[in-house]
């Protein structure tokens, strides 16, 4: 248990707002002339909305929240808060943090890539790759990346109370098969293919394909195929060690009990995750993850096709293969994932072409007040400043679904 909170008045905890021009990364290709064009165009990001939504998330409870902005080369970083309350270090969009589910857009990538090299097929059943392990041969590969295979999600059981729940696995490791296992315990939630239904246990499967069929960890994978060509240097797989390498921001649960102090969540395995989300990284190297992968360098055109080919999720949402579709209150729509992890809620979004990217972070869970705040990052970055009367389409649902138990509502 945590005590003695660091005030939001602290110097510490006071505003970091900067804007500078850099070169473009050196894995990064230049915008075409199509992408500079819609770039000039483009409304500029709303940089007081955006610090007035993290001031925000820690009037709702947050320690602190901060997000980075990468657009064609121009990056805008705010922070607010703390990363440490014992310390009272202010938090940095310079940090580490675990980015849970976002996790699944890494593993998708890696799997799609199998696909083009021939190793697996999207439309086939499962089974024919790991032979008896799922209950239906209708369960194809298809249906796992895009939420539609009915496996129930075994997250909605492990954390269903909060802090009980992750203290019971928070040192705990578990094998792939053990947490299939979990979820095999409970019958389809869909039948295969009909609806969109989020389940961790689709994305634990992916983890085994891509062992089955490379003969190495996600860990190696991952390695290879993302975080080196992308030059990567804050993006880790380090499961099933605790700790965060280096520089990195502490992650607080909320308990359940009202008024219960926050909890210290930064050190556990996992391993309740693994490939659906155990991966640490930064908001400099997921914005550059996005945009380098809608920018087509991390997978050819067709399958990139695939991969934003969307099943509805609600009036302002979709899901491809192990990416959302958020449509945002201007009409525009953006591209990424949110990631749920005990302590940790991240926004990563990027725009069609992959020019304009934001990663969100506040460093608390399990309040669903901080999760819906945090969503308001993406207008802010990508609508520019809100018109005298708001749209119609700014009246999105109210976020109280995590992607950790995805069907136990957080008020």
């Known amino acids: 248990m945590v005590s003695g909170m660091v005030s939001r008045g602290t110097a510490v905890g006071a505003v970091l707002l900067s804007l500078l021009a850099v070169p473009a990364q050196a894995a990064s290709a230049q915008p075409h002339a199509a992408a500079q064009l819609a770039a000039a165009t483009d409304p500029a990001p709303d940089l007081a909305g955006l610090r007035a939504v993290l001031r925000d998330a820690l009037a709702k409870g947050a320690p602190g929240a901060m997000a980075r902005i990468d657009d064609n080369g121009t990056v805008y ?3 607010e808060g703390v990363a440490d309350r014992a310390t009272g270090r202010a938090i940095s969009t310079e940090d580490r943090f675990r980015i849970g589910s976002v996790t699944k857009s890494f593993s998708s990538v890696v799997l799609l890539q199998l696909v083009g ?3 697996l097929d999207l439309d086939t059943s499962v089974n024919t790759y790991l032979p008896g392990l799922l209950p239906d041969n209708r369960i194809t590969v298809r249906h796992l990346l895009s939420h539609r295979s009915g496996l129930y999600d075994y997250t909605n059981d492990m954390f269903d ?3 009980p729940g992750f203290e019971s696995v928070r040192n705990k490791v578990f094998t792939l098969q053990e947490l299939v296992d ?3 315990a409970k019958p389809l939630t869909v039948q295969p293919g009909t609806a969109y239904d989020y389940s961790n246990t689709n994305f634990v499967v992916v983890g085994q394909l891509i062992e089955k069929l490379t003969g190495h960890s996600v860990r190696t994978e991952y390695r290879r195929r993302i975080i080196e060509p992308l030059k990567l240097r804050d993006t880790f797989y380090v499961h099933p060690d605790t700790a965060l390498p280096g520089r ?3 992650g607080y649960l909320r308990p359940d009990e009202a008024g219960a102090p926050l909890v210290d969540s930064t050190r556990q395995t996992v391993s309740w995750a693994q490939s659906a989300g155990a991966m640490i990284s930064s908001t400099r190297d997921l914005n550059t993850f996005f945009s380098a992968l809608l920018k087509g360098r991390l997978l050819p055109a067709p399958l990139l096709t695939q991969m934003r080919q969307w099943v509805p999720v609600n009036s302002t949402q979709g899901y491809g293969l192990g990416l959302r579709r958020r449509d945002l209150s201007c009409g525009v729509s953006v591209y990424g994932h949110t990631g749920t992890v005990q302590g940790y809620y991240t926004y990563s979004f990027t725009s069609k072409d992959g020019s304009r990217s934001i990663t969100a972070l506040a460093n608390t869970s399990n309040n669903g007040d901080v999760l819906g705040v945090m969503a308001r990052t993406l207008d802010a970055a990508f609508c520019g400043k809100p018109a ?11 976020e109280r ?3 950790v138990a995805p069907d136990v509502a957080r008020d």
Do not use: I, M, N
């Open 388 to 398: 005298a009367a708001p749209s119609a389409r700014s009246s999105a649902p109210a």
């Open 182 to 184: 979990l979820s095999l």
């Open 161 to 163: 109370k909060t802090v």
């Open 248 to 250: 990195h921001t502490k």
């Open 117 to 119: 090299e021939g190793r």
């Open 401 to 403: 679904y995590e992607d």
């Open 77 to 79: 970083k705010a922070s």
